[in-house]
């Protein structure tokens, strides 16, 4: 059973139209909820990290959301630069290492 | 500049071949990874070390094997054993204290294998 859910697989936007990705979450004792984005042929690159329900972070045209059991990625106004691949990842409290979701692939078209 | 090299970007097998992948930091981070990526798959942890001369098995280390003999260091090879090798494999390294424990990773750019 994954841990950690991404939805939707894919995402298919126009330039400027703003919207959500989703990553649902059944670790018990979270200790951080980690973003990531991920070019074609690259290593994924850090975004966020967030720690408790309620914690928003930003970055540009990107918001990082969280509640006790699920994060969302909002993107707002997005441009063609933003398609990318985007990971989300647990880490849960007494494990060292992340559990990812299989990820949302975002294509923004002009 | 700081960051983790990988090579080679590309490397063909034959079965039956041992072939291993490089990775080297410059960031003076304690712990290193690696993880396997297929299309639909997601992320899956092979291998990771968290101080030098020790390493633990992930999640699919079967066919695997890696060594950490300097901080910088953390080489992986992919033995004969490994019935599906064909993938793309990343690199990471973090630091392993601090509130994000071992959750802010720097990828290097990948090695993708092929098995002919």
């Known amino acids: 059973e994954d841990q950690v859910t991404q939805s939707p697989e894919a995402l298919r936007l126009q330039e400027g139209e703003s919207s959500s990705l989703n990553c649902s979450y059944t670790?018990?004792?979270?200790?951080?909820l980690f973003w990531y984005r991920q070019d074609p042929g690259k290593g994924p690159e850090f975004l966020f990290t967030?720690?408790?329900a309620g914690e928003e972070k930003e970055k540009e045209r990107l918001k990082a959301t969280l509640t006790k059991k699920e994060s969302f990625l909002h993107i707002t106004a997005p441009k063609p630069e933003d398609s990318a691949t985007y990971l989300c990842?647990?880490?849960?409290?007494?494990?060292?290492?992340?559990?990812f979701g299989k990820g949302t692939m975002l294509l923004v078209s002009p | 500049d700081g960051g983790i090299t990988q090579s080679p970007k590309y490397l063909f097998r034959k079965e039956g071949q041992n072939v291993t992948l490089s990775c080297e930091q410059n960031?003076?981070?304690?712990?290193m990874y690696w993880y396997r990526q297929d299309p639909g798959q997601g992320l899956r942890l092979i291998y990771y070390?968290?101080?030098?001369?020790?390493?633990q098995k992930g999640d699919i280390a079967e066919g695997y094997s890696v060594s950490r003999e300097k901080k910088e260091s953390f080489p992986l090879t992919v033995t004969s054993a490994q019935k599906n090798p064909t993938a793309f494999y990343l690199c990471?390294?973090?630091?392993?204290?601090?509130?994000?424990?071992?959750?802010?990773?720097?990828f290097g750019e990948g090695s993708r294998l092929t098995v002919l």
């Open positions: 967030l720690y408790s």
């Open positions: 960031l003076n981070h304690d712990a």
């Open positions: 990842a647990g880490l849960e409290a007494g494990y060292s290492t992340l559990t």
């Open positions: 990471a390294s973090s630091q392993s204290s601090g509130r994000a424990g071992t959750g802010e990773l720097f």
């Open positions: 070390s968290q101080i030098v001369n020790d390493f």
């Open positions: 670790v018990s004792g979270l200790r951080g």
